[in-house]
Nanobody
Framework: EVQLVESGGGLVQAGGSLRLSCTAS????????IGWYRQAPGKEREGVGC????????YYVDSMKGRFTISKDNAKNTVYLQMDNLKLEDTATYYCAAAEVYPLNYNAIQFWGKGTLVTVSP
């Protein structure tokens, strides 16, 4: 069974940090690029960034550059999203996704996780 399982979400104060994890199973992790998306209440899902399966190169959506860092541990089939200096507007459910294309294209996503909620408080 193909699974992408996110973890690490929770409640954090503005200015704080969180690291989310996305652990993959049921498919060849090395063959897929992994990305992060988020969806705030009442808003459309938007991309955060992604990491290449071949060389670890990262791509970030312009509005996400500077405070978010994506990395991976191939031995653990896990991709991380480090989020620093969190702001109230970062409150959202964060999803990881897998696709064979790079950078990730929403319409080309082949697998989705179920998401993890991040709530940033004042």
């Amino acid at each position: 069974e193909v699974q992408l399982v996110e973890s690490g979400g929770g409640l954090v104060q503005a200015g704080g940090s969180l690291r989310l994890s996305c652990t993959a199973s049921g498919f060849s992790f090395d063959d897929y690029n992994i990305g992060w998306y988020r969806q705030a209440p009442g808003k459309e899902r938007e991309g955060v960034g992604c990491i290449s399966n071949s060389d670890g190169y990262t791509y970030y959506v312009d509005s996400m550059k500077g405070r978010f860092t994506i990395s991976k541990d191939n031995a653990k089939n896990t991709v991380y999203l480090q989020m620093d200096n969190l702001k109230l507007e970062d409150t959202a459910t964060y999803y990881c996704a897998a696709a064979e294309v790079y950078p990730l294209n929403y319409n080309a996503i082949q697998f989705w996780g179920k998401g993890t909620l991040v709530t940033v408080s004042p």
